[in-house]
């Protein structure tokens, strides 16, 4: 037990990624205010994008262009580009939907005059 | 020509939505007769496709010359383009169904709903193609995100129904995500017939498990299994009558392709893994599989019978046929699988049928809930004749394709020794059954808010997407042998 507890803080990145992401469920579930929601949706969105660049972090790597044609390829100094782009690809869909979601939340405050999801549900009945 | 055309399928919707803008600029009423010539250029492509690939093997496309472990690849297998006929058939259907009963609040707005439904399509069909993890997870995303528009366009309580959609289905595609990321640092690949090579040696990985367990839950969600159901008949419910049918017979289906993907093409693939057909830490995953189904096909009739708002009634119909389509591919036999693959054609043409019911009853007659369903009554010949053979269908009686996939079904699982889910599926059966019994009853039952109106014809365009989609009920059954022989021979997954 004690030495999963230190295992654990031998990487303070999936840790952080593990508070940020139950942070986010934790808002999504509890807030009745639609934009809090949203909010929490959000940190759920950064925590797995965070994971993304954690996991393909380097020390000391270069971008990934090679320096020689003429030497052997050693992978070791360069970046892994396939994951920074999933995480731009992933930046880009968390977005678009957090677009919709306040386009959906414009229009439900037009509609009902309130962003309280009690208060909302109290209307539609 | 025939090697590029998965991404001509592909493109076709995608240039339709992206050039809409600009070609309706002037001329709005445009929109519709375009997106049906386009849907029925996809729809002879589709058929081509399969032709091709029936005649000369998959086809296999890799994007702008890169290598298979480096590029993104997309195969046409059989099932795939099986998968995608139906697809283009049912977006084709969908859109001429669009024409008479899209929201006449869009006034110019028009134009951007079609190219939402072009898009949702295009992506769909990516979803269908994709043989890369992260790619399917842009394509569900793209579809999600065009669904949560169309949803919301109905205004009113549907705008509530999207947001909630929206929340589920974005924790469902980021946990998706997740599981991919950790796939991915185990492997090192994101491609899937590359990973199938990787995994015999990441047995004892507890981050596959993790992995895993996090791509379920989120395509659970996307499909609406059962215990992630939640936002599913709200927002289908309250979809405008046009959209919903496209929707409900189309996306969670997709999801539930994808996650057959992951299972028979990713994990069962591998040698290590085909040992008795159990995964990692001795979790039998079909057998988990199948137990969801069979939960899901209960709990989500039990559901439909307590509805009283028609279309509400239906998504909970599809929900559990959802759950009767796990039970046949959670049998890890090849009658089994061949039977959830053909109830999964039967049931998207079912969905799509019950939800153009539900928007004609609305639409032209006004009916919402049970109670006034029996307006409808002995109006017309063609809603009250497609409703029986689509009862039939839902029922699973003998002349229709919902017969003859539950036998499939039924029969693989009494194959596996799987009596719990041979239960499950007779009880949902009979679940259905008291459901449309309800239906029929008010249909044929004089109703005291019976209106003096007289409704009218209704338009040609009902009559086609009733008439094709009752006709394809019956042609699926009556030659259900030659398609579950050519699904056997086409659509089988590696090493079965």
């Not at chain 1, 809090?36 to 950064?46: A, D, P, R, S, V």
């Not at chain 2, 072009?118 to 997870?137: C, E, K, W, Y």
């Not at chain 2, 791509?215 to 599913?232: R, T």
């Amino acid at each position: 037990m004690v030495d999963a507890f230190l295992a654990v803080l031998q990487r303070p990145n999936f840790l952080t990624v593990v508070i940020i992401f139950v942070w986010g469920f934790y808002i999504m579930v509890t807030r009745y205010n639609l934009v809090k929601k949203l909010i929490g949706m959000y940190l759920i969105q950064t925590s797995v994008i965070f994971f993304l660049v954690s996991i393909s972090a380097k020390k000391g790597a270069t971008v990934p262009i090679l320096l020689s044609t003429t030497e052997p390829v050693k992978s070791t100094i360069y970046a892994n580009p396939l994951p920074h782009v999933m995480t731009l690809t992933a930046i880009v869909v968390g977005v678009a939907t957090l677009g919709v979601g306040l386009a959906l939340c414009a229009a439900i405050y037009k509609k009902y005059g309130s962003l309280d999801e009690e208060e909302i549900i109290k209307k539609l009945e | 020509m025939s090697h590029q055309l998965p991404a001509i399928l592909f493109l076709l919707p995608l240039f339709a939505a992206i050039s809409m803008p600009v070609v309706c600029l002037k001329h709005r009423h445009w929109s519709h007769p375009i997106s049906v010539a386009t849907l029925a250029v996809m729809v002879l492509g589709s058929i081509l496709n399969l032709h091709n690939v029936i005649n000369y093997g998959e086809v296999r496309y890799v994007f702008s010359g890169w290598t298979v472990p480096f590029g993104i690849e997309w195969v046409a297998d059989g099932l795939a383009s099986i998968i995608l006929v139906l697809l283009s058939s049912l977006g084709f259907l969908g859109v001429v169904f669009t024409g008479p009963t899209s929201p006449k609040a869009l006034g110019g707005r028009i134009v951007h709903y079609y190219i939402l439904i072009l898009l949702l399509l295009s992506a769909l069909t990516g979803i269908v193609l994709a043989r890369d993890l992260f790619n399917l997870f842009v394509f569900m995303e793209v579809a999600a995100i065009s669904s949560y528009a169309l949803i919301g366009v109905a205004g009113g309580r549907a705008l509530f129904a999207a947001f909630r959609y929206l929340i589920f289905g974005n924790l469902g595609a980021f946990l998706y995500l997740l599981g991919v990321s950790y796939l991915y640092a185990v492997t090192g690949t994101l491609n899937m017939t590359d990973m199938v090579d990787r995994l015999p040696f990441l047995l004892s990985s507890k981050a596959l498990v993790g992995g895993l367990l996090f791509m379920f839950i989120g395509l659970g969600i996307k499909m609406a299994l059962v215990p992630f159901h939640a936002w599913m008949p709200e927002a289908y419910a309250h979809a405008p009558e046009s959209t919903s049918p496209i929707l409900a017979s189309l996306v969670t289906k997709v999801a539930l392709l994808a996650w057959i993907r992951i299972i028979y093409w990713v994990l069962t693939a591998s040698d290590a893994l085909l040992q008795g057909l159990v995964g990692f830490y001795d979790i039998p995953i079909l057998r988990l599989i199948a137990v969801l189904g069979s939960l899901a096909a209960v709990i989500g009739a039990a559901l439909a019978l307590a509805q009283q708002n028609i279309k509400m009634m239906f998504a909970y119909g599809g929900i559990s046929h959802i759950g009767i389509i796990l039970i046949g591919i959670g049998q890890g036999n090849q009658t089994g699988f061949v039977g959830g693959v053909f109830y999964l054609l039967n049931d998207a043409v079912m969905q799509a049928a019950l939800f153009y019911l539900a928007g004609i009853a609305f639409c032209h007659y006004g009916v919402r809930k049970i109670d006034d369903i029996g307006r409808i009554g002995k109006q017309s010949l063609w809603i009250t004749g497609s409703f029986i053979i689509l009862a039939l269908g839902m029922i699973g009686l003998p002349p229709t394709g919902g017969f003859f996939g539950k036998w499939n079904i039924i029969l693989g699982a009494l194959e596996a020794g799987n009596y719990f889910s041979v239960a499950a599926v007779l009880l949902s059966t009979l679940l259905t059954l008291a459901y449309f019994v309800k239906l029929l009853e008010g249909i044929f039952r004089q109703t005291s808010t019976k209106l003096d109106v007289q409704f009218g014809e209704i338009p040609f365009s009902f009559k086609l997407t009733l008439g094709v989609t009752s006709a394809a009920i019956l042609l699926l059954g009556l030659f259900s042998a030659p398609i579950v022989q050519l699904l056997l021979d086409q659509a089988l997954p590696p090493r079965f």
